[in-house]
């Protein structure tokens, strides 16, 4: 049974700060700043244990909102994403909470189905709310007009006290982590090179996304540099999601081009990928090899297992969020490498 709740007058309202004021003979200001804990005017100690003890008596639960006002932010971190549904973005979501929980914050998500004005929208959202701070995490397009516009964003944010970070290219002006996606990509195709594969294709994932951008480079420019250029009919634009794999291998096949092993951008393209070319009859991975980015935690139940490049997306929110809480005087880069990890989606052809 829930106890009863001392109350001030007598008359069932729970106490305000008015009451404990009252209660302890001091101006609502002190009893204000006493409670709130803020930092322009302090507040003697016997004056301040005067308020909390008549506090405590009158079992006074301060307003969070007040307390945000008086503190100018609140023990929020804003936390702002493409799309949740996408296990990059919720694996990374899951070591951003991970890092407040340890920073005694709560998480507020905002899922902007990669629309730049929803992302605007919640920045100024977040700023009203008073959160203590944002973390905006997804590649940027290459749309100066879109990036500047979300940079001047964020900069008035920060100018009111807050503090931001990314998980991207770093064209924002505050802290990020940013992959070295086109060194992993690389990496990705010298060892499929040195499986013996020579004939490739890629999903490339959309033309003005960066970090596709990145992946996709990365990976043509060191074919080129061992002799085994991609043909252009051989590079294929897509959606950045599963959706986007399954339709760029659709449009693969029917180019008809003489390909090896395809290289998807990420791995949820991946995966959309091969059920398109089960879908067209094609034994995987005797006749076609498949290869992806990310190591998402949906592989592990994958036949074949799929061949990818790992990125540890749970530490990426670890790191960001202490970046976000951090009060740097510059924006301070954090680059993270990935690993290949070859898996059963790409036998040595030796």
């Given amino acids: ?13 729970a106490a305000t700060l008015s009451d404990v004021a009252r209660e302890a003979g001091v101006s609502l200001a002190t009893a204000s700043r006493a409670i709130n804990g803020s930092t322009n005017r302090s507040v003697r100690a016997d004056l301040r244990d005067r308020v909390l003890d008549a506090a405590a008596r009158l079992h006074y639960s301060p307003n969070a909102n007040a307390q945000a006002m008086a503190r100018g932010k609140t023990a929020t971190l804003g936390l702002i994403v493409h799309d949740i549904s996408d296990p990059f ?3 990374i979501a899951a070591g951003v909470t991970e890092a407040a929980d340890a920073a005694g914050l ?4 905002a ?15 977040l700023q009203n709310l008073r959160a203590r701070s944002i973390i905006v995490v997804g590649g940027r397009q290459d749309d100066a007009i879109a990036n500047e516009r979300l940079r001047e964003a964020l900069a008035g944010y920060r100018e009111r ?4 970070a990314m998980v991207g290219q770093p064209i924002l002006g505050v802290n990020a982590v940013h ?10 195709a010298r060892a499929l ?14 033309a003005q996304h960066l970090t596709a ?27 950045f999601v599963r959706d986007g794999g399954h339709a760029g291998m659709k449009e693969l096949l029917r180019r008809d081009v003489e390909v090896e092993a395809v290289f998807a951008v990420n791995d949820v393209m991946a995966l959309g990928a091969m059920t398109a070319a089960r879908e067209a009859g094609i034994d995987l991975p005797t006749e076609l090899a498949f290869a992806g980015f990310d190591d998402i935690a949906a592989l592990r139940d994958v036949t074949p297992t799929l061949t990818t490049v790992r990125i540890d997306m749970v530490d990426i929110g670890r790191r960001v969020t202490t970046l976000a809480l951090a009060e740097s005087e510059g924006p301070e880069l954090v680059t993270v490498s990935g690993e290949v990890v070859l898996r059963e989606s790409t036998p040595g052809r030796r």
């Avoid at 049974?1 to 309202?13: E, I, Q, S």
């Avoid at 899922?111 to 919640?122: K, P, Q, S, Y």
């Avoid at 006290?161 to 931001?164: C, E, K, Q, R, V």
Wanted: net charge negative; no cysteine; aromatic share 6%.
């Fill in 1 to 13: 049974m829930t106890p009863a709740r001392t109350v001030a007058g007598g008359n069932g309202r």
């Fill in 89 to 91: 973005f919720s694996t």
């Fill in 106 to 109: 709560a998480v507020t998500l």
């Fill in 111 to 125: 899922n902007t189905h990669h629309d730049a004005d929803r992302e605007l929208g919640f920045i100024q959202t």
């Fill in 161 to 164: 006290g807050g503090t931001a």
């Fill in 179 to 188: 992959v070295d996606n086109r060194g992993a990509a690389a990496d990705l």
């Fill in 193 to 206: 090179h040195g499986l013996g594969y020579r004939r490739f294709a890629v999903l490339g994932g959309p």
């Fill in 213 to 239: 951008a990145e992946r996709r480079e990365g990976f043509l420019d060191a074919l080129a540099e061992l002799g085994s250029p991609v043909p252009d009919e051989a590079v294929v634009p897509s959606e």
